[in-house]
């Protein structure tokens, strides 16, 4: 099929969506009870009946299974700890941790590595999945651990409120996101852990603080705990009104994106939003997503991206059109010629991020769980790596990616789907958060090679050895694949020491002089990034 016609079925696609109803919790794929909200008596702060959680408390014990397999969210990593565990409350939680001697707590397993995984208890918090409050003056959102980040987007969105800046990812667990200082593209904001006010966490003996601005590096090691520090049950975020703001949409080109990342070192703040799509196979054609405040006023779009996915599993899915519609794509998708399949997959990524006026909530762009489902079952596991540099190297860096490519160094055809480029500030960054000191420029990649074709990936390699040389001295993200194992999943010694590297001793170790005052007999020390 031309790429003419795929634009045709995609508009069709569309048009048919934007009557529709926002997407329900149920379309999301792992549904979790609609919360209602009722305001006391000061207007400005809206708080949440707690009945969700009382009947949870009441009829619902922990479930604790000894010798189960523990998966990450496409089977890259297994884990075998002794027991997994659910618990439903606090309370469930304190017992749990008080009666064992090693606990790795997880969310939904939406990481690219073994981090996650412990030898004892495994515990996942994704039972405590209630929003808890908005506070409208101070502009907080306080909310369990297991909320989806998209549920807490929408949750958030039906009260006028929106996250200054989310992951493009947004359907793992609020507390795994901040966990790993999970980001989209802001260098005003930051990453996910700058927005975080309070933390509420369950510590090793079995004792429930909560940590704030006051408790220095406590709270700091806290925002970007990588699950080391203990079990957070509660966060409280930063908020700010759903404005209206216009997303707009542009082509641009290799040499146009070392124009524009130069131009960052001197003024990162005029690249605030900004996100580009950059595919290897289309010899370098991008696109670049802006978000920007407006200074007059349309009448907002609905998210069409979000519309579409909802049509699709409401209507679509289960249905004799699912088939064809679903055949279709994929094989559009997995066409022998990349440069067609790697155009058919950028023309779907621009479908989602069309250009006008839109809440904040929905501009941000936000991979749809369609989106997520198609390129899972067509092109099956993948490697997801994600390399964040220094705006004062990136120039230099990225250039140096690109000229991988032309020397035919690495494959085009190894990416069809398109890296994701994108800008992050420090913020208000926890000790171990990415941009940790300075803004840094993000390259996501996503390697499909080593599950799906050759079990090794040249392609990979030459750019991970790039990334950890002098040229780029790039940190990695603790969601993703490992910058030393051939297959990501596996992290090792290596890539700890590396994080020591590239963070800065001396903020590694206050990371963990922190875990040692919370944590004194390393109960949650992961043995990569805190020894046990
Ligand atoms: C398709 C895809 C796209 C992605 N895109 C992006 C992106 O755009 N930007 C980005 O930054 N990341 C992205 N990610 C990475 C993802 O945001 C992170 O890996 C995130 O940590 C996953 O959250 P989770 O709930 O699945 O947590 P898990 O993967 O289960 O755990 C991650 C970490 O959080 C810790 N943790 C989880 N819950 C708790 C808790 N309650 N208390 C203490 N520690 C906890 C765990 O110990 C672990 O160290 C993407 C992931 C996928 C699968």
Same mark, same amino acid.
């Given at each position: 099929?031309?790429?003419?016609?795929?634009?045709?079925?995609?508009?069709? +696609?569309?048009?048919?969506?934007?009557? =529709?109803?926002?997407?329900?919790?149920?379309?999301?794929?792992?549904?979790?009870?609609?919360?209602?909200?009722?305001?006391?008596?000061?207007?400005?702060?809206?708080?949440?009946?707690?009945?969700?959680?009382?009947?949870?408390? *009441?009829?619902?014990?922990?479930?604790?299974?000894?010798?189960?397999?523990?998966?990450? &969210?496409?089977?890259?990593?297994?884990?075998?700890?002794?027991?997994?565990?659910?618990? &439903?409350?606090?309370?469930?939680?304190?017992?749990?941790?008080?009666?064992?001697?090693?606990?790795?707590?997880?969310?939904?397993?939406?990481?690219?590595?073994?981090l996650?995984?412990?030898?004892?208890?495994?515990?996942?918090?994704?039972?405590?999945?209630?929003? !808890?409050?908005?506070?409208?003056?101070?502009?907080?959102?306080?909310?369990?651990?297991?909320?989806?980040?998209?549920?807490?987007? %929408?949750?958030?969105?039906?009260?006028?409120?929106? +996250?200054? $800046?989310?992951?493009?990812?947004?359907?793992?667990?609020?507390?795994? *996101?901040?966990?790993?200082?999970?980001?989209?593209?802001?260098?005003?904001?930051?990453?996910?852990?700058?927005?975080?006010?309070? /933390?509420?966490?369950?510590?090793?003996?079995?004792?429930?603080?909560?940590?704030?601005?006051?408790?220095?590096?406590?709270?700091?090691?806290?925002? $970007?705990?990588v699950? *080391?520090?203990?079990?957070?049950?509660?966060?409280?975020?930063?908020?700010?009104? @759903?404005?209206?703001? &216009?997303?707009?949409?542009?082509?641009?080109?290799?040499?146009?994106?070392?124009?524009?990342?130069?131009?960052?070192?001197?003024? *990162?703040?005029?690249?605030?939003?900004?996100?580009? &799509?950059?595919?290897?196979?289309?010899?370098?054609?991008?696109?670049?997503?802006?978000?920007?405040?407006?200074?007059?006023?349309?009448?907002?779009?609905?998210?069409?991206?979000?519309?579409?996915?909802?049509?699709?599993?409401?209507?679509?899915?289960?249905?004799?059109?699912?088939?064809?519609?679903?055949?279709?794509?994929?094989?559009?998708?997995?066409?022998?010629?990349?440069?067609?399949?790697?155009?058919?997959?950028?023309?779907?990524?621009?479908? @989602?991020?069309?250009?006008?006026?839109?809440? !904040?909530?929905?501009?941000?762009?936000?991979?749809?769980?369609?989106?997520?489902?198609?390129?899972?079952?067509?092109?099956?596991?993948?490697?997801?790596?994600?390399?964040?540099?220094?705006?004062?190297?990136?120039?230099?860096?990225?250039?140096?990616?690109?000229? =991988?490519?032309?020397?035919?160094?690495?494959?085009?055809?190894?990416?069809?789907?398109?890296?994701?480029?994108?800008?992050?500030?420090?913020?208000?960054?926890?000790?171990?958060? /990415?941009? %940790?000191?300075?803004?840094?420029?993000?390259?996501?990649?996503?390697?499909?090679?080593?599950?799906?074709?050759?079990?090794?990936?040249?392609?990979?390699?030459?750019?991970?050895?790039?990334?950890?040389?002098?040229?780029?001295?790039?940190?990695v993200?603790y969601?993703?694949?490992s910058?030393f194992?051939?297959?990501?999943?596996?992290w090792s010694t290596l890539d700890a020491r590396y994080v020591q590297d590239?963070?800065?001793?001396?903020?590694y170790?206050?990371?963990?002089?922190?875990?040692?005052? +919370?944590?004194?007999?390393?109960?949650?020390?992961d043995g990569l990034l805190i020894p046990?």
């Open positions: 099929m031309p790429p003419s016609s795929l634009l045709q079925s995609l508009l069709l +696609l569309l048009a048919t969506t934007t009557t =529709l109803l926002r997407t329900t919790d149920a379309a999301l794929g792992a549904p979790s009870a609609p919360v209602t909200a009722t305001l006391t008596e000061d207007p400005q702060v809206s708080f949440i009946t707690p009945q969700g959680a009382a009947f949870k408390q *009441a009829t619902s014990p922990a479930t604790v299974t000894g010798g189960a397999e523990w998966h990450n &969210w496409h089977d890259t990593v297994i884990c075998r700890p002794g027991f997994v565990a659910s618990p &439903w409350t606090v309370e469930q939680v304190v017992e749990l941790v008080k009666t064992h001697p090693r606990v790795r707590v997880v969310g939904l397993g939406h990481s690219f590595n073994t996650t995984c412990g030898k004892d208890l495994m515990m996942t918090t994704l039972q405590m999945d209630q929003v !808890l409050g908005l506070d409208k003056l101070k502009h907080t959102v306080t909310t369990q651990a297991g909320v989806k980040t998209r549920n807490l987007i %929408h949750w958030l969105r039906d009260r006028g409120f929106a +996250l200054p $800046t989310a992951p493009y990812y947004i359907d793992q667990s609020i507390a795994g *996101a901040v966990a790993t200082s999970s980001h989209g593209s802001s260098v005003v904001f930051g990453s996910l852990s700058s927005l975080v006010k309070a /933390i509420k966490i369950v510590l090793a003996d079995g004792s429930i603080r909560v940590l704030t601005e006051a408790d220095g590096d406590l709270f700091s090691a806290a925002k $970007t705990s699950g *080391a520090l203990g079990v957070v049950v509660e966060l409280t975020l930063a908020v700010q009104p @759903n404005e209206n703001v &216009w997303r707009g949409l542009h082509h641009i080109d290799a040499q146009g994106i070392l124009a524009e990342i130069q131009k960052a070192e001197h003024n *990162a703040l005029a690249f605030e939003r900004v996100h580009y &799509w950059y595919s290897p196979p289309l010899k370098g054609a991008a696109v670049k997503t802006t978000v920007d405040d407006l200074s007059h006023k349309h009448e907002p779009l609905p998210n069409i991206g979000e519309a579409t996915s909802d049509f699709y599993y409401r209507t679509v899915a289960n249905s004799s059109l699912q088939l064809v519609l679903f055949r279709h794509i994929a094989q559009m998708m997995k066409d022998p010629n990349t440069h067609t399949a790697a155009t058919y997959v950028m023309l779907g990524h621009i479908a @989602n991020i069309l250009p006008g006026t839109y809440k !904040l909530s929905d501009a941000l762009p936000a991979q749809q769980v369609l989106e997520t489902d198609l390129l899972r079952s067509v092109y099956g596991k993948y490697d997801q790596y994600e390399f964040a540099v220094a705006l004062d190297k990136a120039h230099d860096c990225v250039k140096s990616l690109f000229e =991988l490519f032309d020397r035919n160094v690495t494959n085009r055809d190894d990416f069809r789907v398109p890296f994701c480029l994108r800008y992050v500030g420090p913020g208000k960054e926890g000790l171990l958060g /990415i941009s %940790h000191g300075g803004t840094r420029f993000y390259l996501n990649m996503d390697n499909y090679d080593v599950y799906n074709r050759k079990g090794f990936s040249q392609s990979m390699q030459v750019i991970k050895d790039l990334m950890a040389s002098q040229t780029c001295e790039a940190r993200h969601g993703k694949a910058i194992s051939p297959m990501g999943g596996a590239t963070v800065g001793y001396d903020v170790a206050r990371f963990v002089a922190a875990a040692k005052t +919370l944590d004194p007999a390393g109960k949650f020390a046990n």
